[in-house]
């Protein structure tokens, strides 16, 4: 079965906080997508990567093809961090045949 | 350059009625992506488009279609509406081809089927 699991599921962090969300796959993939969502549904693509380590502010993505996993981490969270993370992979050689993780929720307090 | 656009932003349905939902890309991307996302099911792929033609389709009945239009723009129709299509419908566009590109996602349309 093709699936892209992450966890947790739900997190609460305390403002300040470095946090690290996991996703990892069961297919070979060519990239993977992070994606942000806030209450509202829109979504925002934070990185698409296919190796190594990728950074912007405070968020650094990294993947590892060879163990099929990548995190996203935060640093120095704040409530404004608080929405909802989903990783995703294109799936079939189409890059908009995306399987999506079931995402985690990410609550901030000040 | 502006952003995904999708028209309607929200939508009342009942059962039985059909809806056509509408996606203009940001300019100059051919791919467009249309997903459904529900609190039971989460997101779920349910076609892609590349230069007027479906690239790929997902798990959905096919009471569900598309099309995409030589300006790229894309529309999705539901037939026969049912409960359970109530979900919000997000569209995303990418440049295309065969690399692998950023998704940009529209804001969604929230259909509520009664």
């Known amino acids: 079965k093709n699936e892209v699991e992450q966890s947790p599921q739900n997190l609460t962090a305390q403002e300040g906080e470095f946090i690290t969300i996991n996703c990892s796959y069961s297919?070979?993939?060519?990239?993977l997508h992070w994606l942000q969502q806030h209450p509202g549904g829109g979504i925002v693509s934070l990185f698409m990567?296919?190796?190594g380590k990728k950074k912007h502010g405070r968020l650094i993505a990294t993947i590892n093809i060879q163990e099929k996993h990548s995190s996203l981490h935060i640093t120095a969270s704040h409530p404004r961090d608080s929405a909802v993370y989903i990783c995703?992979?294109?799936?079939?050689?189409?890059?908009?045949?995306?399987?999506f993780g079931k995402g985690t929720k990410l609550s901030v307090k000040p | 350059k502006a952003g995904v656009t999708q028209t309607p932003r929200y939508l009342i349905k009942t059962r039985g009625q059909q809806v056509t939902l509408s996606c203009s890309p940001i300019?100059?991307?051919?791919?467009v992506s249309w997903y459904q996302q529900t609190p039971g099911q989460g997101l779920q792929f349910l076609f892609e488009?590349?230069?007027?033609?479906?690239?790929n389709k997902g798990n959905f009945p096919g009471r569900f279609s598309g099309r995409q239009f030589s300006n790229s723009r894309s529309e999705m129709n539901v037939s026969t509406l049912e409960l359970g299509d109530s979900a919000l419908y997000l569209c995303a566009s990418s440049p295309g081809g065969t690399s692998s590109y950023e998704q940009y996602f529209g804001p969604g349309t929230r259909l509520t089927v009664t």
């Open positions: 990567l296919s190796s």
């Open positions: 300019s100059g991307h051919r791919s």
């Open positions: 995703a992979a294109p799936w079939g050689g189409s890059q908009g045949n995306l399987i």
């Open positions: 488009y590349f230069s007027e033609t479906q690239r």
């Open positions: 297919v070979g993939i060519s990239a």
